[in-house]
C-alpha cells in the first residue's frame, strides 16, 4: 500500500523504541521506501543494525560522519521523504523540534523536511502534561505538523496517566490516512452506514441478524485514506471505531435514519452498507412490562427505508450506493432495487458464493450501474472498498 513512497522513521530516546522496530517492519511489507534515522540516546534502547535489517536501508545516526556522501544523502532524504514519522518523540525531540534545533541527524533532516510530519509522544504523564511541552506541541500544531495524542494507561516509570506511545496499529492507520493514496476524495464528504439494527422486543430482547459491520468499516476507512472527510453511522459491532473517521453508534433502524437524514444533504457520496431491518415490533420497548411469547405475541410494523429516502432527495452532483443481497438472479434484482430506490450504483452480493456476505474476511460483489455490471473475483472487503470508490469515480 505504500509503494513508491518514502517513510522516514524518526526514533528517540525512549523506552518505546522497540516498537519502532515493529513499524519499520510492517512499513518495508506495505513496499515503502523506509529510512530510519535514530537520536543518540534512541541507541541506549535499541542498535540502528535492527532497523538497517529490517528497513534494507542504511540507519542514520550522526550528523557529523566524515563520509561526505553520507552528509549529502541525510538533506536528499529530506527532500525525497513523502511522510516524516516521529515515533516514539521524547519531550527533548518535541522541544527541538518547536523550536528549530537542528543539533543532530534526526532534528537536522526533520528542519530541512518539507513534507507532511507526523509526531507520536512517548513521555512521562508530568512531563507530557507540562505545559512547556503543551506548548511545544501547540507550536508544533501551529506550523502545520500533526502531532497526536499518545495514549493514557500504565507507563514504563511506574505512573498511571497520559503519555504512552499509541499502539503500533494506530500509527500504522495514521500512516496509511497519509500516504497510501493519494488523496482524491479530498474535500469530499462521505457518509457510510454499517451493522446490523437491533429493534427491541422487550427490556431484555432485540431482532437483528448476522451482519458484523466489517463490509462498512472497510468502505469507511478506504474514503479516510483517500482523504474524505467520512461519518460513519454504525449499529452495534464488535469492531474499533476506525481511526480518521466520525463515528456516530446507533442501535435501532430509527436511530439509523434520524441521524443520517440529519447530515444526508451536505455529503457528496453515501454507502448504504447497513442490514437495516425491515421491520421492528410495534410496541416500544419501554412500554412492556412483561417479557412477551415468541413469537406469536410480536406484531411487526415497518421500519424507514433509509436508501429509498436519500434516492428520492438525491442531489445531481450527489453519489448514493446501496447494496444488497440475492439469493438469485443478482444482476435484475439490483437493478431494480437501482431503479427503485434511485441510487447511482448497487453492490450486489450473492449469498450462494463461498466467501461472501455476513462474517467472512472476504466479499464476492458484483458492481452495478444502470449500464454496466462489473463482477469482481473473491477479495478481501478492503480490496472490495477500494474498487467501490475507483468504480464511483469512473463510471458513477
Ligand atoms: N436499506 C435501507 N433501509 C431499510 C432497508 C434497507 O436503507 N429499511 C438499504 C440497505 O442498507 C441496502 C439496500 O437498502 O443498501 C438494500 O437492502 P435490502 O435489504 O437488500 O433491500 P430491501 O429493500 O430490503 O429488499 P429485499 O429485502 O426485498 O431484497
Known amino acids: 500500500m505504500l509503494k513508491n513512497k518514502c517513510i522516514v522513521i524518526g526514533v528517540t530516546?525512549?523506552?518505546?523504541?522497540?516498537?519502532?522496530?515493529?513499524?519499520t517492519s510492517w512499513a518495508k511489507k506495505q513496499h515503502a521506501d523506509v529510512n530510519v534515522i535514530m537520536t543518540k540516546n534512541a541507541q541506549y534502547f535499541i542498535n540502528p543494525i535492527?532497523?538497517?535489517?529490517?528497513?534494507?536501508?542504511?540507519?542514520?545516526?550522526?550528523?557529523?560522519?566524515?563520509?561526505?556522501?553520507?552528509?549529502?544523502?541525510?538533506?536528499?532524504?529530506?527532500?525525497?521523504?513523502?511522510?516524516?514519522?516521529?515515533?516514539?518523540?521524547?519531550?527533548?525531540?518535541?522541544?527541538?523540534?518547536?523550536?528549530?534545533?537542528?543539533?543532530?541527524?534526526?532534528?537536522t533532516t526533520f528542519l530541512a523536511a518539507t513534507c507532511k510530519?507526523?509526531?507520536?509522544?512517548?513521555?512521562?504523564?508530568?512531563?507530557?502534561?507540562?505545559?512547556?511541552?503543551?506548548?511545544?506541541?501547540?507550536?508544533?500544531?501551529?506550523?502545520?505538523?500533526?502531532?497526536?495524542?499518545?495514549?493514557?494507561?500504565?507507563?514504563?516509570?511506574g505512573d498511571t496517566g497520559k503519555g504512552k506511545l499509541l499502539p503500533v496499529e494506530d500509527i500504522e492507520e495514521h500512516i496509511l490516512l497519509h500516504a497510501a493514496y493519494d488523496h482524491d476524495l479530498e474535500g469530499k464528504k462521505v457518509?457510510?452506514?454499517?451493522?446490523?439494527?437491533?429493534?427491541?422486543?422487550?427490556?431484555?430482547?432485540?431482532?437483528?441478524?448476522?451482519?458484523?459491520?466489517?463490509?462498512?468499516?472497510a468502505v469507511a476507512k478506504n474514503a479516510a485514506r483517500r482523504g474524505a472527510e467520512v461519518t460513519l453511522v454504525s449499529g452495534p459491532v464488535a469492531l474499533k471505531e476506525p481511526i480518521g473517521v466520525k463515528t456516530i453508534q446507533v442501535k435501532s433502524a430509527q436511530q439509523m435514519y434520524d441521524e443520517?437524514?440529519?447530515?444526508?444533504?451536505?455529503?457528496?457520496?453515501?454507502?448504504?452498507?447497513?442490514?437495516?431491518?425491515?421491520?421492528?415490533?410495534?410496541?416500544?420497548?419501554?412500554?412492556?412490562?412483561?417479557?412477551?411469547?415468541?413469537?406469536?405475541?410480536?406484531?411487526?410494523?415497518?421500519?424507514?427505508?433509509?436508501?429509498s429516502f436519500l434516492g428520492a432527495q438525491k442531489r445531481d452532483d450527489q453519489r448514493i450506493i446501496g447494496f444488497s443481497m440475492e439469493t438469485e438472479n443478482l444482476v435484475e434484482n439490483s437493478r431494480l432495487k437501482l431503479k427503485k430506490k434511485h441510487c447511482d450504483m448497487i453492490v450486489a452480493n450473492c449469498l450462494r458464493d463461498k466467501g461472501a456476505g455476513f462474517g467472512t474476511e472476504t466479499n464476492v460483489v458484483t458492481l452495478i450501474t444502470k449500464d454496466r455490471a462489473e463482477e469482481l473475483p473473491i477479495m478481501s472487503k478492503d480490496e472490495v472498498a477500494e474498487k467501490i470508490f475507483d468504480f464511483i469515480e469512473k463510471d458513477c
Request: one cysteine or more; proline letters at 5%.
Open 260 to 307: 443520517i437524514t440529519a447530515i444526508s444533504d451536505e455529503q457528496d457520496i453515501i454507502v448504504m452498507t447497513a442490514a437495516v431491518a425491515d421491520m421492528r415490533p410495534e410496541q416500544a420497548a419501554g412500554e412492556k412490562i412483561h417479557k412477551v411469547t415468541m413469537p406469536d405475541a410480536i406484531k411487526l410494523t415497518t421500519n424507514p427505508d433509509i436508501l
Open 50 to 107: 535492527t532497523f538497517e535489517t529490517l528497513a534494507g536501508t542504511k540507519c542514520l545516526t550522526d550528523t557529523f560522519d566524515r563520509n561526505f556522501q553520507y552528509n549529502v544523502e541525510h538533506v536528499e532524504l529530506a527532500k525525497k521523504a513523502d511522510l516524516f514519522v516521529v515515533a516514539p518523540a521524547s519531550a527533548d525531540f518535541i522541544a527541538k523540534a518547536a523550536n528549530g534545533i537542528a543539533d543532530d541527524m534526526l532534528t
Open 191 to 217: 457518509l457510510v452506514s454499517a451493522g446490523p439494527t437491533q429493534e427491541d422486543i422487550d427490556p431484555v430482547r432485540f431482532i437483528t441478524n448476522h451482519s458484523t459491520g466489517r463490509m462498512g468499516y
Open 13 to 23: 530516546g525512549s523506552i518505546a523504541a522497540y516498537k519502532a522496530a515493529e513499524l
Open 117 to 157: 510530519k507526523l509526531i507520536f509522544p512517548a513521555m512521562n504523564t508530568r512531563m507530557y502534561e507540562n505545559p512547556i511541552t503543551q506548548d511545544n506541541i501547540a507550536k508544533l500544531r501551529h506550523y502545520g505538523i500533526e502531532v497526536i495524542e499518545p495514549g493514557a494507561g500504565y507507563l514504563a516509570c
